[in-house]
Nanobody, 124 residues
């Protein structure tokens, strides 16, 4: 069973940038599609971005398109979420998740493994 650990969250001013990392414990991570999801205060969990096991077909939600980029380095068992031009509404807990299929998706119920999350907070 793969374990996921997120890092890179913190306080950031509007317009700033952060890079989140999701590190996996298992070398089989390279066979899993990975997604990032977030849950803001009083909000439901929402899809942010996802990437296939090979790193192809990165996909981002409409609300973050052009600002957020997902990528992965399978040699390091790590997936990244580069977040630029952050807005106050991006404040949330960010969670990475993996599913043991190669194809990425936006439905969080299809993901099998979850990290504990890292918090991104607007400091403006």
């Amino acid at each position: 069973q793969v374990q996921l650990v997120e890092s890179g969250g913190g306080l950031v001013q509007a317009g700033g940038s952060l890079r989140l990392s999701c590190a996996a414990s298992d070398h089989t991570f390279s066979t899993y599609a990975v997604g990032w999801f977030r849950q803001g205060p009083g909000k439901e969990r929402e899809f942010v971005a996802a990437i296939s096991s090979s790193g192809g077909s990165p996909h981002t939600a409409e609300g973050v398109k052009g600002r957020f980029t997902i990528s992965r380095d399978n040699a390091k068992n790590t997936v990244y979420l580069q977040m630029n031009s952050l807005k106050p509404e991006d404040t949330a807990g960010y969670y990475c998740a993996a599913k043991n299929t190669p194809l990425r998706g936006s439905d969080y119920t299809r993901y099998h493994y979850w990290g504990r999350g890292t918090r991104v907070t607007d400091s403006s």
